[in-house]
């Protein structure tokens, strides 16, 4: 049995190869993001009921694209519901 003996360097070696890696395999989760959401990706996204995202097609609040009978919605369109929807709290006091 031979002993092998770690030192200092191969420790710090190690911990800079270990954060690079785990850096690699963070990093790309944060920055991707679909252009196109099908419908329970933007339910679970928005937290709403699919009746709630149904009433939201059907009177043009969010816009979406059909295809093969699936709907498809464009990431950048929720991001401008939801913008556009923006109330400070003193105007919703009076509603």
Known sequence: ???EVITREDLIE???LLLNDLKQLIQPQSQQIKQWLKSNEVRKL???SPGTLQNLRVNGTLSFTKVGGIMYYSYS??????SGNIQNKDTRLFK
Request: glycine share 0%; hydrophobic share 60%.
């Open 1 to 3: 049995m031979a002993i």
């Open 77 to 82: 369109d929720i991001e401008k519901v939801l």
């Open 14 to 16: 190690f911990r800079s």
């Open 46 to 48: 928005l937290n709403i």
